[in-house]
Structures are given as C-alpha cells and as structure tokens.
C-alpha cells in the first residue's frame, strides 16, 4: 500500500465523518462523556472537528507533499508504540495519523481517560479500507517496538526515558501557552482569547495559562473581557478546581483577582491550576523575548493578536492547530520517514 493509496483511504475517512448523521455523533458524544465527564458534547464535537479537518484531502496532498516517500516502500515495515495522553479528545490522533502516512503499524496504548474516539475511529477506518485499518492496534503493554512515541507528564516521561531511551524515541513532557497582549485588544479579541483558556477547560497543552499584559489598566479590561465566558462555571468538575483555589488563595490571603469564574494571579510560573490564569506585567519587549526564550521547552504555542508577536500565532486559534503544527515541535512524521 503506497503512501497515494494511503492518502486516498484517508480522504475517503474525510467525506465518511463528514456526512455522519447526527444521531450516531451524539451517541457517540454521550460515551464519551460517560467515560470522562471532562469530555462534554460540546468539547468532543470540536475536537472530532478538527480531526476532520486535518484529513481533508487538500490538507493531507499538501502536508505530505513535503516530504520524500520511498517510491518501493514496505508497507509495515516498522512496529511505533504509541502511548497517548488523555487530557482532550483524541489528542492522540495526530501521532496516529503520521504512523499511517508514515506506512508504519501503529500498536497503540490508550490513556484510562480517552478509550472511546480512538478505537472508534479505527472502526470508521475498517468500513472505508480494511488494509489501511490492519496498520492500528490497540494493547495494554508496548513491548519490543521498532520506536517510541509516548506523551504525558514531566514525572513519567522519566519512567517512559528509563524504558524506552534505547530504542528511537520521542518523548513529550509537560507543556502550556501563553499570551502577550500590546493593549490594543478590544471585546472581540478577548472572545479570541477566552478560546484559548477555556476551551476543553484549560486541560491541554495548547491552552493559554499565563498571560503577559502591558500595565494594570490592561488587567481589568482582560477581566471583564472573559465575562462572555463564563459559562465554563456551569460544569462541575471546573466549578470544583474554581472553588477550592479561590478558597485556598482566600485563606491564605494570595492577592488575586476574581471574576466570578476565573482567577487571576500575578506569578512568574508559566503552568496555572485549572480555573487559573497566572500573568506578568513587561515594558520591555526584548527583555520578554529573553524570558519566554528560556523557557522554550515549557511553551507549545504562543498566541497574540492578529500574529503580532514574531513566532506566535493569532488569538482564538491555539486549540486548532494544522496539520504541521507538531507537539513539542519535534516533525513527527519526519521522525517516522527516517525510521527507514
């Protein structure tokens, strides 16, 4: 099965999700939510959009085409455990999708927090190309694989190094994104923004946790800005993080702001709690660059308006990243190529 077949099964994948009537993706939506009451309708709905849209044809002709395929390659040829996060729906489908590209066979160890898209997506793929499905399956140990695909956290990528740091390897650790703001932004800005926080309620690593503003007049207008927002309250596992951080900088009288929803803490630390967003004060745009430098392999994606900062990326758009947006910003797919 060459990479053309590949990419035309995958298309295929493409036009089958997008026509799903919407009694099966509700009845698939309310399992997910059954398994992990973070995973609201809502949230999976935006998350299985996005996987659909890095399967459009024209997305997938156009990131491959970057790339040199073997003319003559063994379909198969290389065994990728992949051990996958769970954090947001079917975060681990973008290491899936390069194993399949790649023409490897993907031996996939599911989180306990993301067991249900996954494996149903493997069954999509079985009714549109049983070959191309044959590439997927799902264990519960990765034993004597080819290479090592493996995220989670700061702590166990020190358990998946001390197992699988012999074998070709990439190995994800603890990330999160920040915000620079110049003052300009107005209501409709923040909505970006507040997209960026809370969407699947600040738990990946592409959601914004720290935030860098101007001067203070800036901070009370962010404030307000994520009223529209505040829906977030209504879920109970959010509502839960809100409270008992509010209550713990209550007790012990951490100055902090409050809207109703979310917290706001003056902090040099990039990572915030669920329901909290960290922020710092700059005057001097060099010296910010220098900061945010040093920690570069703590920062997925920086986001400001419109771009404006050299490197990041436009409000409202850290949680639907492309096709070449790759975590950690290590080339997956490359990795994988070069396997051969």
Request: with cysteine.
């Amino acid at each position: 099965m060459d990479i053309n077949q590949r990419l035309s099964a995958l298309s295929a994948l493409h036009e089958y999700l997008d026509k799903l009537p919407e009694m099966e993706l509700a009845a698939l939506f309310d399992q997910m939510q059954n398994q992990n009451s973070w995973f609201t309708p809502e949230q999976s709905r935006h998350a299985l959009k996005g996987i659909i849209a890095y399967l459009r044809p024209d997305h997938l002709q156009w990131w491959a085409s970057r790339y040199t395929f073997e003319e003559n390659e063994s379909f198969l040829s290389k065994n990728i455990g992949l051990i996958m996060a769970g954090n947001i729906p079917g975060v681990g489908f973008h290491d899936l999708l390069c194993v399949l590209v790649a023409g490897h066979r993907a031996c996939v160890k599911l989180s306990t927090s993301d067991r249900v898209i996954i494996p149903w997506l493997g069954d999509q793929l079985s009714e549109i190309d049983p070959t191309l499905a044959k590439a997927v399956s799902f264990e519960e140990r990765l034993v004597g694989m080819d290479a090592y695909i493996a995220t989670g956290s700061d702590n166990s990528a020190r358990y998946f190094d001390y197992y699988f740091g012999k074998y070709p390897h990439i190995i994800r650790k603890n990330r999160t994104s920040v915000a620079i703001l110049d003052g300009r932004e107005d209501q409709q800005e923040w909505n970006l923004l507040s997209e960026d926080i809370f969407r699947y309620y600040g738990l990946g690593c592409r959601n914004v946790s720290k935030v860098f503003f101007t001067d203070k007049e800036q901070i009370q207008s962010f404030m307000k800005g994520m009223d529209p927002a505040s829906q977030v309250i209504n879920h109970h596992k959010y509502l839960n993080n809100y409270e008992y951080n509010k209550s713990k900088y209550l007790v012990n009288r951490s100055p902090h702001l409050d809207n109703g929803h979310l917290l706001l803490v003056e902090s040099e630390e990039l990572v915030s709690p669920i329901s909290v967003i960290y922020y710092e004060l700059y005057t001097d745009r060099s010296q910010l660059q220098a900061t945010l430098g040093a920690q570069d392999d703590k920062i997925q994606c920086i986001v400001s308006r419109d771009g404006w900062w050299k490197g990041s990326i436009p409000l409202g758009t850290a949680q639907s990243p492309q096709l070449d947006d790759y975590a950690d910003k290590v080339d997956t797919l490359q990795f994988l190529l070069d396997l051969k």
